[in-house]
């Protein structure tokens, strides 16, 4: 093998583990497979109030993110909410806030250009739910993760059923906790729980 033919196979592996780099997994986590049961079910409470989708305290601000989790939240729950809240009231309230504690989303013009290069995507999703009290009744967590490739291929697909699936896996929890505290899935597999 001549000189030439070595320095362009040498470049030619060079650039693809460079390349590479981009298509690993996403460093977001989730801490189990499955959430408890809430400390009672919700149907226990005569109002319930969910409270608009907010990033945690450490999360790079992505609205675009944030407002496809909240407007599936709201279509999942809203028919759910409007039957439970015309019974009458008992003076106890269950509130629930979701906030995003993880994400990284790659989308749009990120995604069509670099396709798997661009990396995976990830979200960690929160359900902060409390008595009127401030008591904490449950808190269950959920996670999605569009791979790289997938999404690659799909430009952007994934990433955004990421998104759907986050907040159909929260609704589902509180859906399914309403007659009877059960828990439910995180959405997470085994390769995706922090060691």
Not at 10 to 29: D, M, P
Not at 147 to 158: D, E, P, Q, R
Request: aromatic share 6%; charged share 20%.
């Amino acid at each position: 093998m001549n000189i030439t033919s070595k320095a362009l196979l040498f470049a030619s592996c060079l650039s693809g583990a460079v390349l590479l780099q981009g298509c690993g997994a996403t460093r977001i986590k989730a801490s189990s497979t499955t959430n408890p049961p809430p400390s009672e079910a919700f149907s226990a409470f005569g109002r319930i109030d969910v409270k608009p989708v907010v990033f945690g305290p450490d999360v790079k601000a992505d609205r675009d993110g944030l407002n496809k989790i909240e407007a599936n939240l709201q279509k999942d729950l809203s028919a759910s909410l409007l039957e439970w809240n015309v019974r009458p009231a008992n003076g106890r309230t269950l509130i629930i806030q979701p906030v995003i504690e993880q994400m990284s989303f790659k989308r749009g013009a990120q995604r069509v250009l670099l396709g798997p290069l661009a990396g995976s995507s990830g979200v960690l999703l929160r359900l902060k739910i409390t008595d009127g009290k401030g008591r904490l009744v449950a808190n269950p967590e959920f996670f999605q993760r569009a791979n790289a490739m997938s999404a690659g291929f799909t430009l952007g697909v994934h990433d955004n059923m990421m998104l759907t699936h986050v907040a159909s896996l929260a609704s589902r929890y509180v859906i399914n906790n309403y007659s009877r505290a059960e828990g439910g899935a995180t959405g997470a597999d085994a390769k995706a729980i922090a060691p």
